[in-house]
């Protein structure tokens, strides 16, 4: 039985790399590349893949908006994501969206192979780093993953809007949105508002 592929990332070097090592692979078929979240939506939409190979971080949508559109939009495809990220907040985001697998760039060719036949056959695929730290984010619940409402402070930030703003938008008062950055700041280990910005599109946070 074949399983058909598709592989997304903004590099072509790295995604041709990659698509060209799984269509060497007997009963692999890559059916398409995208280079951004946005494209690997309507690539998705329409090539109906068994595996989806995802980046987090690309210009022009990211992979973690990505994930969770095909999941809310119930798009079949089993999520593994291939990413230099391995902090928390990323690793965390991809997997609350609803990647099946998450594995770093520096996995060997077999390794990826491996990771791609595990999340086609609905299996969990993680690499000992990433699942080091989702271990930890167990144990440590008030990790430096963001939750749903930081995530979306922060994103109205990085958007230029002031706090006034966000708490019309979020229907809080002011001071709520002043907790709400504290937290991330905290979280994100920085102390001002442009540093959170910067730090969130690092994590691939922001897409």
Do not use: C, W
Not at 8 to 34: K, N, S, W, Y
Not at 41 to 59: E, G, I
Not at 120 to 132: F, I, K, N
């Amino acid at each position: 039985m074949t399983t058909r592929i598709l592989v997304v990332d903004d590099h072509p070097v790295v995604r041709d790399g990659v698509a060209a090592t799984l269509a060497a692979v007997d009963a692999f078929e890559v059916v398409g590349q995208a280079a951004d979240g946005l494209e690997a939506l309507r690539l998705v939409a329409a090539l109906d893949p068994d595996v989806v190979v995802m980046d987090l971080r690309m210009p022009g949508g990211g992979g973690v908006d990505a994930i969770r559109e095909m999941k809310r939009r119930g798009l079949r495809a089993a999520v593994l994501v291939l990413t230099t990220f391995d902090t928390d907040s990323a690793t965390v985001a991809a997997i609350e969206a609803g990647a099946i697998g998450y594995l770093l760039k520096d996995a060997s060719s077999e390794q990826l192979v491996s990771g791609i036949r595990a999340a086609a056959a609905g299996e969990t695929v993680l690499s000992p780093a990433v699942a080091t730290r989702l271990a930890s984010h167990v144990r440590a619940p008030h990790s430096t993953a963001l939750s749903a409402r930081e995530r979306e402070v922060l994103a109205l930030v990085a958007r230029g809007t002031t706090n006034r703003a966000i708490a019309e938008h979020l229907f809080v008062s002011e001071a709520t949105v002043k907790t709400h950055l504290i937290h991330v700041y905290d979280k994100l280990g920085v102390s001002d508002r442009a540093q959170a910005v910067a730090r969130g599109y690092e994590l691939g946070i922001l897409g």
